[in-house]
């Protein structure tokens, strides 16, 4: 009796670690479309720098196509639909861009990642007293975005698009 309890405990544990490596593949798989996006946004941006547009332009266009899978495995995440965002209006589509961002203002309406792009979308849109809306409620978080945000409303720094 002993040995079938043993034998019994033995197959529940086996049992348990292969359900528990099979969720977190299938849970990692969106994170994955997630983070290699991320990944080629920050490429991306170093190439803006550098003045290669066609280069960033590409990996905007790759991100925002990992970004939509992602979106897709697990909808309505703040930051997935900040950066939907931000490589739509990148790659020049501002008006799904906006959908994206205020997509995730009604998720997370203090989100700084959207309300500064949203910001800037407004800006190069010509929409500035919209862009003071969003650094208004960056105002008292005391963070970079709220300080990139006024130096490109303010004319001290300029916005790519």
């Known amino acids: 009796m002993k040995k079938f309890i043993y034998i019994l405990m033995f197959t529940l544990s086996l049992c348990l670690i292969n359900n528990s490596f099979s969720a977190g593949t299938s849970s990692t798989s969106s994170d994955s479309s997630y983070t290699k996006a991320y990944n080629l946004i920050k490429s991306a941006k170093k190439y803006e720098k550098k003045g290669k547009t066609e280069k960033a332009q590409k990996k905007y266009i790759k991100a925002q196509k990992l970004l939509l899978k992602s979106n897709k495995e697990k909808p309505l995440q703040a930051d997935t639909l900040n950066y939907l965002g931000f490589t739509t209006r990148k790659i020049g589509n501002y008006k799904k861009g906006e959908e994206f961002y205020l997509q ?11 309300n500064e792009y949203l910001g800037e979308l407004y ?4 929409r500035i007293q919209l862009a003071k809306e969003r650094l208004e409620v960056l105002k008292s978080c005391g963070c970079e975005e709220f300080k990139e945000l006024k130096e490109i409303i303010d004319g001290t720094k300029t916005s790519k698009y």
Do not use: R, Y
Not at 104 to 114: C, E, F, R, T
Not at 123 to 126: A, G, K, L, M, Q
């Open 123 to 126: 800006v190069v849109t010509n």
């Open 104 to 114: 995730g203002l009604q998720i997370d309406p203090n989100h700084k990642g959207i």
